[in-house]
């Protein structure tokens, strides 16, 4: 296994490729795509049929408790035993895994570095990681990819650090599962994946709100251009939910997932999560002036907030669609009971792609 070993490297392929093992010849069914949320775990195995993605076994199961600390794999033993458990009784066969980090621990920043040879541009943004990121480069493992080459020369990045701990912690978990991890990388990068082929050449502002953050990624023909993380997700609605109504956390959640909360007075975590996305929809517009925003994407399991798009889209005066993946699928699972879950796959189906698909 090809463990990225030298501290603070540069991987200056695409910022996919936080982590990378050259292995290819793979075959489709035996890699999966793992996205571990706060809240659920994703276990998909996908495959490609011409165009068309072919869903071949999926679990979702609630992840255990505190097993994510900051980012990091804090119980590796609680966590590797639930995912060792949904591989068992789902009839999983995977050998290869690819997985996704997310949230407010992986640091996304875009800069801009003046026009010098490409080849010297590793070592500029080196220096330019050193200047804006918080922590010193040592312990981190950082990527890039260029946006845009301006006119002048210049370049604009979008530079990706990630603690090394965070990196390792996974590792550590694939080597328990006995599974060899064929990337990890960011969570936007599995999502455009999973969603260039439903919109085809379209500027696309993505919205994943999971249960601790929500996430603004907007890409424009298949390729990441902005993307933040919002420290607001579905469970920070729930507890609001119960404060505002007096129920328990159980209750809430139920109240939540069964009523409109937009035909009620609105609370101040919706408020300000609606406020706070247009921003980032803003800034982008105001950054990216020859791009147009077509439409909203929606996922995540705080997509399904019933009004939620159509209160995004009466606010921002722009088309809103809730991401319904499993139209685009061919599902081949004999099990079907979770495909209700539409709009919490987008993440896992692109890592799983990304096995398919190799070394894009
Ligand atoms: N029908 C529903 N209506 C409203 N919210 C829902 C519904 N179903 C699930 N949710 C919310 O979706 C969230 C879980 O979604 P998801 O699986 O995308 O999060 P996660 O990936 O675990 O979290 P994160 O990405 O923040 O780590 C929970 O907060 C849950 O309350
Ligand atoms: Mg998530």
């Given at each position: 296994m090809q463990i990225v070993d030298k501290l603070g490297d540069l991987l200056q392929n695409n910022i996919a490729n936080l982590f990378q093992n050259n292995i290819s010849g793979l075959l489709n069914k035996k890699t999966i795509g793992l996205d571990i949320g706060s809240n659920l775990i994703k276990i998909v195995s996908a495959e490609l049929d011409g165009a068309e993605i072919v869903l071949n076994n999926l679990a979702i199961a609630t992840t255990p408790p505190d097993a994510l600390e900051e980012g990091k794999i804090a119980d590796l033993d609680a966590l590797g035993a639930k995912i060792?458990?949904?591989?068992?009784?789902?009839?999983?066969?995977?050998?290869?895994?690819?997985?996704?980090?997310?949230?407010?621990?992986?640091?996304?920043?875009?800069?801009?570095?003046?026009?010098?040879?490409?080849?010297?541009?590793?070592?500029?943004?080196?220096?330019?990681?050193?200047?804006?990121?918080?922590?010193?480069?040592?312990?981190?493992?950082?990527?890039?990819?260029?946006?845009?080459?301006?006119?002048?020369?210049?370049?604009?990045?979008?530079?990706?650090?990630?603690?090394?701990?965070?990196?390792?912690?996974?590792?550590?978990?694939?080597?328990?599962?006995?599974?060899?991890?064929?990337?990890?990388?960011?969570?936007?990068?599995?999502?455009?994946?999973?969603?260039?082929?439903?919109?085809?050449?379209?500027?696309?502002?993505?919205?994943?709100?999971?249960?601790?953050?929500?996430?603004?990624?907007?890409?424009?023909?298949?390729?990441?251009?902005?993307?933040?993380?919002?420290?607001?997700?579905?469970?920070?609605?729930?507890?609001?939910?119960?404060?505002?109504?007096?129920?328990?956390?159980?209750?809430?959640?139920?109240?939540?997932?069964?009523?409109?909360?937009?035909?009620?007075?609105?609370?101040?975590?919706?408020?300000?999560?609606?406020?706070?996305?247009?921003?980032?929809?803003?800034?982008f517009q105001v950054k990216f002036k020859s791009y147009n925003i077509e439409q909203i994407v929606l996922t995540g399991g705080g997509s399904r907030l019933i009004g939620f798009a159509e209160h995004l889209s009466e606010e921002f005066g722009i088309e809103v669609n809730k991401l319904e993946l499993l139209d685009s699928l061919r599902v081949e699972i004999e099990n079907s009971k979770e495909l209700a879950a539409n709009q919490l796959l987008g993440v896992s189906v692109g890592l799983a792609l990304r096995g398919v698909r190799g070394d894009d």
């Open positions: 060792e458990e949904l591989l068992a009784n789902n009839g999983f066969e995977a050998t290869h895994v690819v997985t996704a980090i997310s949230g407010e621990e992986l640091i996304i920043r875009m800069v801009e570095i003046p026009a010098i040879p490409k080849e010297e541009l590793p070592e500029a943004v080196k220096w330019e990681a050193q200047e804006q990121l918080p922590m010193s480069l040592e312990n981190v493992i950082l990527d890039y990819e260029i946006i845009n080459k301006k006119e002048n020369g210049s370049y604009e990045l979008m530079l990706v650090a990630v603690d090394r701990d965070i990196i390792d912690s996974y590792l550590e978990l694939f080597e328990r599962l006995d599974l060899k991890a064929l990337a990890i990388e960011i969570e936007p990068l599995a999502l455009i994946r999973a969603l260039e082929h439903l919109y085809p050449g379209q500027t696309l502002a993505i919205i994943d709100m999971g249960a601790s953050t929500t996430d603004v990624s907007i890409c424009s023909q298949g390729q990441l251009l902005f993307t933040r993380t919002i420290s607001v997700g579905g469970s920070n609605i729930t507890e609001e939910v119960a404060d505002n109504h007096d129920l328990e956390l159980e209750e809430a959640e139920e109240y939540k997932c069964n009523h409109n909360l937009f035909e009620e007075e609105l609370g101040l975590i919706i408020r300000n999560l609606t406020t706070t996305i247009y921003r980032s929809l803003d800034y």
